[in-house]
Each structure stands twice: as C-alpha cells, then as structure tokens.
C-alpha cells in the first residue's frame, strides 16, 4: 500500500527541488508525448530549452527571452502577492490591455509633441489603467462580496471588446489608410520604449519586472503588508485576530497586482509591439498564472519560472517551424509543466508512505 | 473468579515517534463501570479505539468473555456488543433525530417503528427524547442523549464513553449518571474515560490509570481520594497554583447592554451583555461550549466591532477599536483555537511572535519588521513557559496541542497586558503546565491586570477566578463572588439543565 502522511513541518528540500522535478517530469513525458506524434523526442526537447539559449541563433533568441519574460515576471508578482493571500485575480490579461490602451492613449494625446515627460506620463498612465480595471472586482468584493474569479475573468471579454472598439476608433491612425489599429509608437520618440542597450532586448519593462521583484521580496519578508499578505493566506482568522482588514487587503493585493499587469502592457504597447490592435493581447496575462505558481509564489521564483516559460515559448516556437510540432502540442508541453508542479508540490508537505495502511 | 466482560492483554500500539499504548492489561467486568483515567496524551483514546476496532494493536490481544476478540472495524465491533460514544458528536444539524439514528444503522426499521422504538427506550433509560426533533435545535446535553440512545437501540454489553461530561452543566450531568447507573444495574458494563476525579468518585466502580501510555495503577475511586488519582496520573506531587489575596482597583473593563448578532448560521448571538472587570481581579466566565464563548472573546479583543460605548477601557470607549489599536492600549486576547486563529499552523514561532507582538514589543518599526527582535521575543516566550520545541524556528504545527497553549498564553502575557481575556487557557494541556498557566494568570492579576477567563472547565474558574459569571445562549450571568458558590449554583447559573428534566427513573 502507498499512502501519503502529512509532514510535521514542511520541507524545504522539497520546496526547492519540486520546480527542477516537475521541468525534468514534463521533459520525459513532454519527450514521450512529441515520440507518440513521430517527431524525435531528443531534438524536439533540445530545441525547446537549448537553441533559443545556445544554438546557432541565439543571438536573435536570447534578446527575445527577456522580452517575453518580462512582461510575464511583472503580471506574475502582482498576482502572486493576491495568490499568498488567497485572493484569486484570474483577470490579469484585462487589466494589462487597459493599461497599454490608458497608456498608449496617454501618449498618443500629445502627438506629435516630443518631450521628455511623455513617457513617464505613460507610466503613470498604464498603471492606473490596470489598477483601475482591477478596482471594479476588488470593490465588487468588499462591497457586495461578489467572486473576484468570475468577475475578473469576464472582464477580459469586456477589455477585450473595448480594445477592438479603440482599435477601431478612437485610436485609430488617421494616417493609417483606414487599417485598424493605432500610430506606432515605435516611430514616436518621446513614447517609445526602446531598447537601453542594443540588441539585448534590455527595455524599461525588463527593469521594472526587476525592481518588481525586489520591492515584491522586501514587501514579503520584511514589510507589514507583506506578513498580512502571507498570514491571511495561511490563517484568515488568524489574520483577523492580528489585526488584518480583510477589505483593505482585497483592495491592495488586487490594485497591485491590476496596476503591475497594466504596467507590463504599457511597456509592451509602447515598445515590442508598438501599436494598440485588435490582436494586441497574446495571453501574458493567462501564462502569468501559470509563472506565478511555477515560480511558487516567491518572488525569486517567478523571476525563474518567467525565465522557463518565455523559453519554452521561444523554444515552442523554434520546435514548430524546424521539428513541424504542432501549436498545440506545445501547448500540451506547457499544460504539463503546471500539472507536473502541481502534482509534486504536494510532496512538500507530505511524504509518501509505504506500508501498511493505519485506520484513524 | 466469574470471567470478565472484557479482558485486555499486554495491548501495544505505536506511532511513528511515539509509543501510544505500552503492554496495557486490565478487566472490565460485566456491569461494572470502569474509570479509564489519563492525561491528554496518556493513550486512552488509542485505547478505545482498538477496542472499537478503529485502530488495530500492534500485538497483545483482546478476550470477550474468555473468547479471542479482534474487531477488523467499528461494524465488527458492534456486532459484539461494543457501542461508543464519542466526545464529539457525529450528527448532521438538518436532520431529525430519528434520521439521524437511522443513518448510524446497518437495516434501518420503518421511521414509524424507529421513532416508537427510541420514544421507548428514551422512556425506559430517563433521557426524554422526542424523534422528530431537528438535531440543530438541540443543545448539547440532548444531542449527547441521541447518540447514547443510538447506542442502547443495539443493546449493547460494554458502553465505551469518551469525556462525556466535558458538554454538560452539572444538572445535566446529574441526568447522565442516573442513566448510566440505571444501565449498570441492569447489567450493561461501561468504560468512562475522564479526567474529571470527582466525577469518577461518585460514578465508577473501578478506575485504571494510564500514563504515557503505560497502565500505571488501579484503584477503587471511592476508597481513594481525588488528590491521589491526580498524582497517579501525574506521575509527581502537584503544584497547586498560589493564591494571594488582593485588592482590586478601578474598573479596567465594562461591557454594557452589548448585543451582536450571529456572525454565521451556526454562531450564537450576544444578548444583552454586561460585564465589569477591576484591576487586579479575575473574572471567570463558564458556561457550556457553544454559548457564545467565541463571539465574546471577538467582542473583547477586537475582531468583532461594536458600538464605540458598548465597549469600555477604563472609561474610554474603544468598541470601534480594531485588534491592533486595542493591543496598543493593553487589551489581549487569546483565543480557544490554537491551530488557525491564535497561531498560523504553517509559520515558524518567531512569525507567530509576530503575530500579536508586533505593537507592544516594539517588532515593527514604520511598517518595516525587526525580525532578529522577534525571534528573541519567541525564544523568551519558550523559554518562560517550558514550551517543549526544537527552537522558534519551527512551524507551529509541529508542536504538540499543550505547548503550543503554553506558547499562545505566554505570548500574551509577557507583553504586560492590562487587560488579559483568555478563552479555554488550559484545554488539551497536562496538568503541571495547566497548573503553570494557571499560576501565570494569577501572577498577573497580582501585578494588577485585569483578566477575564472563559472556560467550559469549572474545576479551573473555581481555582483562580474572584467573580464568576455565565454565558447561555448568549446571555451573560450577573456575576457573583466566586468564593462560596456551589455547584448547584453554578449549574443554575449555566441555565440549568437548558429545560431538560431531571430523569425519573
């Protein structure tokens, strides 16, 4: 008989080894899975994690890395410090396009002026967008005690459809032959997000997903919040008894976590992409999710797991057009990455026991 | 010598790390009530279960009437005539007795025949039952009374019942033993496990004592003074707690005309509360669980907000004061529920130091923690109150149920609160280190602090309290001078015996 038993205390090997587990778990099945659809499992893997790092054209991949990552290192934190608390922002995706939509609005508003504070501007902007979007459920909430899940989630759709209207509307170029779609900001000095140092994909997202992980680091260990943010997670009554104001934490972790996502989108909207479009949004928000676990809700951790995802997408991508791996199966490799951490996250707090089993 | 009902031989059942039953022998003849006495831990309830059949011994073995008895599981056991009745009960709230019982039952009868078959047996036994009573409108004695009638429906041999008293005011508990002795002379044996002695005085023909896990002694608890079954359970003399005499001074706390709806369909609501408390005195507040015990503590520390006059520190109103600005004034609490409410099960004891410590012992500096600080609060709270761990770097889970209390009080009371409200302080903890909280709480009320302790066990408000006062069904008690009060006093005070009648047996 196996059977699991809870561990008196946590482990912390554990906890540090179930990531690297889980990564070597989905290369063996992932291999297994691209073996089932004819493809040789070997290559398929070797593309995925080592060509975009140091094969023939990492040059052009490692650039790429860190502009995928960073976007997602930024959603993830904010979402993490909600996740600790056990308050479940699933809306990430909404509030990063109304951050690059507020953002790029804000900038668009002075064309064609240059000047050195528009860009800040357009920070300030892109957050308050975010926040603004993630203020509807959190207010929901701890007024009406409404499920942040649903109404986070279906504010996706509604960002959605206001992207394609401005898109449509009243962001559309006017010098853009009828196209939908904003001016780009790429060729607009003042509000372009361009790379600080040449060729290494280095923006000011990169930088700010950095400074996000420290503040989220010294916020969790070392602030009051931070403690609230963990003790409610673990302990609502707890935290109640220490003092916590359930409402003003719901207000805080989902506000955070909305203005960081809208942060992430006015970096992108402003610089990788460019423009605001129908088809701005490529799922940042979703995949955070899936970081912020990955990266087990520790900040180092996300910073990491960022790192694992924006590769297994670069690398998902190189595997389809040389292996001819079909998108979905690389979807299914990242699904087993989720499921695999999952899984084996529960062997930090129990051990599997073999033997007899013991009745109450 | 007749054969014993029950005869345990050599029965030994280990944990991992732990030693729960070692080679335990004894008889339990037939219609005997039979005492199983113990500390929390001591292994009685891995006792019972092997007999129930729930738990399995590692070796030894169990004879039923001289035949080899080893139940596979609870059904097994049954069937042999072994009935138990839990401390807490397994009944669904939205059902009727009769379902209830029905439920428990291999081959339930027509409702109609259940309900006729309990309505006799409750006639026959004393304990007044009607079938179609919702269980969620019962209170706790009656809800005690279907599972004992869910036991005798199977005409049990041997009556296994664990701490049955420990729900119960003392008129119902009277009730109780009249049934019991009633069961006795018709034959059927019981087996009592308590740790309340006098109890086991007037009750049990027969008492075996069981200390970490070894049967310890016999004896016959009428013959033997309670102070001598505590010190066999024990294992040592015991330290009763000093009690010096004291002035009180002005009021530290008043709680007037303080009513508060259920938190939760299952919460009780406070109706109609006051309550004073002077410096320097302790005001001990019994009643049976589940009668708003939960909800007062919330009152008082904070958690639950109220009318900003309802609630009073020396003479402010501070009943729109949070936890945290409460602390700051020097009201603290601890709450009954270690695991999940006055610790975080997960965090390490320096987080849970941190926890209610954070105002008082100066852990928190412009939103920042100093948790170096913090840490030497946690090893001084372990290091005053004997708590039994590794070091504060261990998770509060780790920790057993009574050195976990002994760190939850001792946090509470080295930050020299003025007002101190406590909730069960000594539930689960043995009795030197229940003595040890008890003797701390008394230290503080000599340097003047108010406490206020609520606790479902009397033997502990009658040690340490100057004023006793009640809650039932969320009405609070006048108080009175706790010196002199009866137990009938007490029991009336309770709420009697919640509109049961005595039995007529």
């Known amino acids: 008989m196996i059977r699991l038993e809870k561990r008196p205390q946590p482990s912390r090997a554990w906890s540090l080894a179930t990531p690297l587990v889980a990564v070597l778990a989905t290369m063996v099945f992932g291999g297994l899975l691209f073996a089932a659809l004819g493809k040789p499992p070997v290559e398929a893997i070797r593309t995925i994690f080592w060509e975009p790092l140091f094969g023939e054209f990492s040059f052009y991949y490692r650039p790429q890395l860190l502009v995928k990552g960073a976007p997602l290192v930024l959603i993830a934190i904010g979402l993490s410090l909600g996740f600790r608390a056990g308050i479940w922002n699933i809306g990430a995706e909404g509030q990063y396009i109304m951050g690059a939509i507020c953002g790029a609005g804000a900038g668009l508003a002075f064309y064609p002026l240059e000047a050195f504070y528009i860009f800040p501007i357009m920070v300030i902007a892109g957050a308050l967008g975010g926040w603004a979007w993630a203020m509807i459920p959190a207010i929901l909430k701890t007024r009406f005690g409404t499920n942040e899940i649903l109404v986070s989630l279906m504010l996706v759709y509604v960002a959605e459809q206001f992207l394609a209207s401005v898109s449509l509307g009243l962001l559309k170029n006017p010098e853009g032959f009828g196209f939908p779609g904003s001016r780009n900001l790429q060729a607009y000095d003042s509000a372009h997000n361009a790379e600080l140092i040449a060729g290494t994909g280095m923006h000011w997202g990169v930088v700010a997903a950095l400074i996000a992980v420290i503040f989220a680091y010294v916020l969790l260990n070392r602030h009051m919040t931070g403690y609230h943010i963990r003790l409610t997670g673990e302990a609502p009554r707890a935290a109640k008894f220490a003092g916590v104001n359930p409402a003003r934490l719901v207000l805080f972790c989902l506000g955070m976590s909305g203005a960081l996502a809208g942060l992430a989108g006015m970096f992108e909207v402003s610089g990788p992409s460019g423009q605001i479009s129908i088809d701005f949004n490529v799922g940042y928000g979703f995949t955070a999710i899936i970081v912020a676990f990955l990266g087990r809700l520790h900040p180092v951790g996300i910073l990491l797991a960022g790192g694992l995802m924006a590769l297994t997408y670069i690398g998902g991508d190189i595997a389809q057009s040389n292996l001819q791996l079909p998108a979905a199966a690389i979807q299914v490799f990242q699904g087993m990455l989720l499921f695999f951490l999952l899984a084996f996250d529960l062997l930090t707090n129990f051990r599997i026991a073999i033997g007899k089993p013991e009745v109450a | ?505």
């Open chain 2, 1 to 505: 010598m007749t054969v014993p009902l029950l005869s345990l031989q050599g029965l030994t059942k280990a944990y991992p790390g732990v030693v729960a039953n070692d080679s335990v022998s004894f008889d339990i003849g037939e219609g005997e009530v039979h005492a199983l006495l113990g500390e929390n831990g001591a292994g009685k309830s891995t006792l019972v279960k092997m007999i129930y059949g729930l738990v399995k011994p590692d070796s030894g073995q169990m004879l039923l009437r001289g035949a080899p008895f080893a139940p596979a599981e609870p059904r097994a056991a049954r069937a042999d005539g072994i009935a138990m009745v839990f401390q807490h009960f397994s009944l669904f709230d939205a059902l009727n007795v009769a379902e209830n019982i029905a439920l428990g039952m291999e081959n339930p009868p027509e409702m109609r025949d259940l309900a006729a078959r309990i309505r006799e047996v409750s006639e026959t036994y004393g304990l007044p039952l009607d079938p179609f009573r919702t269980v969620g409108d019962l209170s706790a004695g009656e809800r005690q009374r279907v599972e004992i009638i869910r036991c005798l429906l199977q005409d049990p041999k041997l009556l296994i019942m664990d701490e049955p008293t420990s729900v119960l005011t003392p008129q119902e508990v009277e009730i109780l033993f009249k049934t019991l002795q009633k069961l006795r002379a018709e034959g059927t044996s019981i087996l009592y496990i308590s740790h309340k002695l006098e109890e086991i005085r007037t009750l049990c023909d027969h008492a075996t004592i069981l200390r970490l896990g070894k049967n310890v002694g016999e004896c016959t608890p009428s013959e033997t003074s309670a102070r001598d079954m505590a010190e066999m359970m024990v294992g040592s003399s015991l330290q009763t707690p000093q009690r010096k005499t004291r002035e009180f001074g002005e009021v530290a706390m008043a709680i007037t005309g303080l009513s508060v709806p259920a938190p939760s369909a299952f919460g009780t609501s406070l109706k109609n509360v006051h309550l004073t408390v002077r410096k320097g005195e302790i005001l001990g507040i019994g009643g049976v669980a589940g009668n708003g015990q939960d909800e007062l503590l919330g009152v008082l520390s904070g958690e639950v907000l109220t009318a900003a006059d309802a609630v009073k520190l020396h003479g402010q109103p501070i009943g729109r004061h949070g936890p945290t600005a409460r602390r700051a004034l020097g009201v603290l609490a601890a709450p009954e529920e270690r695991l999940g409410h006055a610790a975080a099960p997960d965090m390490s004891l320096t987080e849970n130091a941190m926890l209610t410590g954070s105002v008082r012992e100066g852990l928190e500096k412009n939103g920042f923690l100093d948790w170096g600080k913090t840490k030497d609060f946690a090893e001084r709270i372990i290091k005053a109150f004997d708590v039994r761990t590794p070091g504060p770097g261990n998770a509060a889970r780790s920790l057993s149920g009574g050195n976990l209390q002994k760190f939850v009080i001792g946090r509470e009371v080295l930050q020299n609160p003025d007002v101190l409200v406590v909730n069960q302080p000594t539930w689960g903890v043995d009795a030197a280190a229940a003595a040890a909280i008890r003797q701390s709480l008394l230290d503080l009320a000599a340097k003047g602090a108010a406490v206020i302790c609520i606790s479902q066990d009397l033997d502990e408000l009658m040690e340490i309290s100057d004023s006793f006062a009640a809650l039932n069904e969320g009405r609070l008690s006048a108080p009175r001078e706790a010196a002199g009060l009866t137990v009938e006093e007490i029991g009336l005070m309770m709420g009697g015996a919640h509109g049961m009648e005595v039995a007529h047996v």
